[in-house]
């Protein structure tokens, strides 16, 4: 059977985002510690897949993902899932909210909560895990006074663990992107598609990151994220990651890469997939029909074309 790695233990906001996906959640499901090790694993051919946060609406990107994309692996995209997060302060029974002192969770989902931690825990410690899940874990095993983890109401039920606030984040449109990955495989295109690179500058000039975006501009092609993140050779040094609209599959996005790989020192291709979004499935469906309706009229005229040495059809002499 197919093996997914995905960040545990279960309860994570990576294990939900995943059962989301019903033919991912057929797969053997791989618990790993931290995220570089989920995709480590999938580098080296212990998993066949692996499942990882990679942006949050809030706090933005998760670094320590893109930063083994880029720098330790050579994975593909194949997918992204987005998913509404809902965050929950989880306590041992008999805890209140007056008792707590010390908070628990990675360090990316207590910053989604540092206003509501301000209002109602002043003065908190907060103490870093590996994931939401691990911390609810943690404070449920031990149940240490005073103690509370960020995390799920199903970490809560997974744990033994009671619901002392709900909804304590600083924002109610929050949602992280996931992304499946793979050490092999592009995805066919489906009419509704991202692409993800990273384009790495032969110097330091002014004007190479417009040479850049020109080649984007002069296409007509739209980009949905771009990032700059230290290539961790000196200060200064900095790459560019881009989500644009398209696949590697379209002669457009092609030539543009084409174009790009020739001028620039490095670009690595992070993947083509299907794009996430609740309008995703429409606007692939009615990019399907568009495909099929342009086929037939193209089938159709070229029905008509008259057999070689047909009376009329010939080229003028001279």
Known sequence: MTRLAFLGPPGTFTEEALLTQPDLAEFDLVPMRSMPDVLAAAQIGEVELAFVALENSIEGTVNVTLDSLIFDTDLLIRREVILPVTLDLLVPPGTTLADVERVVSIPHASAQCRSWFAANLPGVRLVA??????????????????????????????????????????????????????????????????TSIVCFQRADRPGSLHAILGQFSARNINL???????????????????????????????????????????????????????????????????????????????????????????????
């Open 129 to 194: 895990a590996n994931s939401t899940a691990e911390a609810a874990e943690q404070v449920g095993r031990d149940k240490p006074a005073g103690t509370a983890a960020v995390g799920t109401a199903l970490a809560a039920k997974l744990y033994g663990l009671d619901v002392v606030a709900s909804s304590i984040g600083d924002h109610d449109d929050n949602a992280t992107r996931f992304v499946l990955v793979s050490p092999s495989g592009i995805p066919a295109p489906t009419g509704h598609d991202k």
């Open 224 to 318: 949905t994220k771009l990032e700059s993140r230290p290539t961790k050779r000196g200060l200064g040094n900095y790459c560019f990651v881009i989500d644009l609209e398209g696949h590697v599959d379209d002669e457009v996005v092609a030539d543009c890469l084409r174009d790009l790989h020739a001028q620039l020192a490095g670009l690595k291709f992070l993947g083509s997939y299907p794009a996430a979004g609740e309008h995703g499935p429409a606007i692939r469906r009615d990019a399907d029909e568009a495909w099929k309706a342009a086929h037939a009229w193209i089938t159709d005229l070229r029905a008509g074309i008259l057999p070689a040495g047909e009376p009329g059809t010939t080229a003028p002499p001279g």
